[in-house]
């Protein structure tokens, strides 16, 4: 099991990223799929999740009308489209899934919101 997030950077706030996990290793499309993310000095946060089909999203209460869980099952990818981006949305965000009882992690991408 592989994935490999990019997509991450400074933004000023206000701004917009589109964070991208490209998955392999396992049947993709059968498998939920979550966003989380850590930020310095606090524990890790689960901020969006998506159904393996896609059909239904759930998202943490601070990310909630600003942040879209998406995927792409035909490329093993799933998205995390973030808008009107705050200071406090400054993190290292992950893929994740869990299968088994096992939770398998991407290495992360940063992102930096600050003017």
């Known amino acids: 099991v592989q994935f490999v997030e990019s997509g991450g950077g400074l933004v000023q706030p206000g701004g917009s990223l589109r964070l991208s996990c490209a998955a392999s290793?396992?049947?993709?499309?059968?498998?939920?799929m979550n966003w989380y993310r850590q930020a310095p000095g606090k524990g890790r946060e689960l901020v969006a999740r998506?159904?393996?089909?896609?059909?239904?999203?759930n998202y943490a209460d601070s990310v909630k009308g600003r942040f879209t869980i998406s995927r792409d099952n035909a490329k093993n990818t799933v998205y995390l489209h973030m808008n009107s981006l705050k200071p406090e949305d400054t993190a290292v965000y992950y893929c994740?899934?869990?299968?088994?009882?096992?939770?398998?992690w991407g290495q992360g991408t940063q992102v930096t919101v600050s003017s």
């Open positions: 290793g396992f049947s993709f499309s059968s498998v939920v």
């Open positions: 994740n899934a869990q299968m088994y009882g096992i939770h398998y």
């Open positions: 998506i159904s393996s089909a896609g059909s239904s999203s």
